[in-house]
């Protein structure tokens, strides 16, 4: 059974210094890994996608790396802006994809950049 | 394109009442998807469907749970006499099957007294 695990559970930053959000999993045969943000209260909202066949992954600020044979992602913000505080979760699909793409999640990050 | 719309935003019920959540998917999207988040926690998976089928329940999806999507558009969450174990947020995603980026709405957060 595959598990998503992201440590540490809470994060706090001043303003301008880089983030480093740590995701890991169990199964590493894995098609994709996904990186969405949580504001308090509200729904999720996707960041990046991840292929298997990719190692990284960018978009604006961010960053998504991949080493699929370690079981590890890594979201890269940077010049963090208080913007950016929210909660960051990682999830997989299935490892067989004829299970659907019902994701697994990891219990997220809570990122607070402080001004 | 809206995106994932879902009604209501907030739901207060007392323990024993019913309650009925609904789910827009992005349109042309016929994956769709309910997942169940408490407070500090990531989202679990509840169900799915592919159009109007639903092709996966979770264990967590217990018989006073009960999902459909009748025309393969929107779909409904039912929870029979709901307990406050039941209180969290329920998020619904959609996709494309042969795309596997999922979108979230803005959830339905449901609180049992």
């Known amino acids: 059974k595959q598990e998503v695990t992201q440590i540490p559970a809470a994060l706090s930053v001043p303003e301008g210094e880089n983030l480093v959000l740590n995701c890991s999993f169990t199964d590493s045969a894995i098609y994709n890994l996904q990186w969405f943000r949580q504001d308090p209260g509200k729904g999720l909202t996707s960041l990046l996608l991840i292929q298997s066949s990719q190692r990284e992954q960018t978009s604006g600020r961010l960053n998504a790396s991949l080493d699929k044979s370690s079981g590890r992602s890594t979201l890269y913000i940077a010049a963090s802006q208080p913007g950016d505080s929210a909660t960051y979760l990682c999830a997989v699909p299935p490892t067989i994809k004829a299970a659907g793409n019902k994701l697994t999640f990891g219990g997220g990050t809570r990122v607070l950049v402080k001004p | 394109d809206t995106g994932v719309s879902q009604d209501p935003r907030h739901k207060i019920t007392k323990r024993g009442q019913n309650v009925t959540f609904r789910c827009d998917p992005i349109?042309?999207?016929?994956?769709l998807y309910w997942y169940r988040q408490t407070l500090g926690q990531g989202p679990e998976f509840l169900t799915y469907f592919q159009n109007e089928a639903q092709l996966e329940k979770s264990r967590l999806l217990s018989d006073r749970f009960s999902a459909e999507r009748p025309k393969g558009s929107f779909s409904t969450l039912e929870i029979q006499r709901t307990e406050q174990g039941d209180s969290a947020m329920y998020l619904c995603?959609?996709?494309?099957?042969?795309?596997?980026?999922?979108?979230f709405g803005q959830g339905t957060r449901l609180t049992v007294v």
């Open positions: 995603a959609s996709s494309f099957p042969i795309q596997p980026e999922a979108f």
């Open positions: 349109s042309e999207h016929n994956r």
